[in-house]
């Protein structure tokens, strides 16, 4: 099967190329291939033209404060001619060559505000309140009107063992093996995913030609300041360097940001699918790092 993706060179997207290259074949549209997502008639054409079965947009501006700096912008800024035109240009594609598409979203679509016991379900209702979240929601509504098959994913918090662009993982690794101090926040929950396990979940997802909505996030939700400490110790690190703070304090002049954002993945999970908790995903980054010398 051939795969047409947009965003396939980042965190998440060259993962899926690395772990499912054996069993799919890739096509990239990006800017790094030439395309811009937000150029209708070159996404058109080029989803129109190719003879892949699925189109796996992942592109997006994804800069939750450079998102926000846009939103004075409204429809001219680059967040959403991105993230809302541009899905819509992929939606058309899909819609014109009959193309299933899967759409990467965020848990960023939910307030997190009194989250339902356990935390947020497929069936809970967004209500996103920053202009990064606001443009992921509106590519969903796009995306479910499409009349061709379709799944949205939402991720939260991806990380992995290597990639050029740090996640919030390994940044806060590199910061306490730099012995530099790590502020953690201890009023805001939040889900850390996996990426390799993103890419086993969407890899079934496809192969049961599932549809609809799936949160492909992983089994454990906690605070950034214990999931600081636990790298520390999973990695035999001086904890002494982190700090609590509050999320007043570390978000101060920020855009604003969902504090519960605890999601529940049993969706997935009813299909077989097993997401690590976030000291079971340390261990493997650590293995993986262990086994290239990093």
């Known amino acids: 099967m051939k ?18 290259g054996d069993k799919y074949a890739f096509e990239n549209l990006s800017i790094s291939t030439g395309i ?27 800069n939750v404060d450079g998102c926000e700096l846009d939103k004075p ?20 594609g899909c819609l014109q060559s009959n193309k299933k598409l899967i759409y990467i979203s965020t848990d960023f679509v939910f307030d997190g505000t009194n989250p339902p016991l356990g935390g947020y379900s497929e069936e809970d209702i967004p209500n996103p309140i920053n202009w990064y979240a606001k443009t992921k929601y509106e590519g969903e509504k796009i995306v479910q009107n499409l009349k061709t098959p379709w799944i949205i ?65 992983g089994s454990q939700s906690l605070t950034p300041f214990d999931a600081s400490h636990l790298i520390a110790k999973e990695f035999d690190l001086d904890g002494s360097q982190i700090s609590q703070t509050t999320r007043t304090e570390f978000f101060n002049n920020r855009a604003p940001r969902s504090f519960q954002l605890a999601l529940k993945n049993d969706k997935i999970g009813k299909l077989g699918i097993k997401m690590k908790t976030f000291e079971e995903g340390l261990k493997e980054i650590k293995s993986q790092m262990s086994k290239n010398n990093l």
């Not at 730099?178 to 201890?186: C, I, K, R, S």
């Open 73 to 92: 912008l409204g429809e001219k800024g680059d967040a959403w001619r991105i993230n809302v035109c541009g899905t819509q240009n992929v939606v058309d």
């Open 36 to 62: 811009d997502i937000t150029n209708r008639d070159d996404v058109l054409e080029k989803v129109k033209n190719s003879d892949a079965q699925i189109v796996l947009h992942l592109a997006a501006k994804t």
């Open 3 to 20: 795969i047409l993706g947009t965003g396939l060179d980042g965190l998440v997207g060259s993962r899926i190329v690395e772990l499912l």
């Open 153 to 217: 994913a939402r991720i939260a918090s991806p990380y992995r063992a290597m990639f050029e662009r740090l996640d919030f993982a390994r940044a806060i690794l590199k910061r306490l093996q730099d012995g530099l101090p790590v502020a953690g926040v201890t009023d805001h929950i939040f889900t850390p995913t996996f990426i390799d396990d993103i890419v086993v979940a969407l890899y079934t997802l496809i192969e049961n030609s599932s549809q609809g909505i799936f949160h492909v996030v």
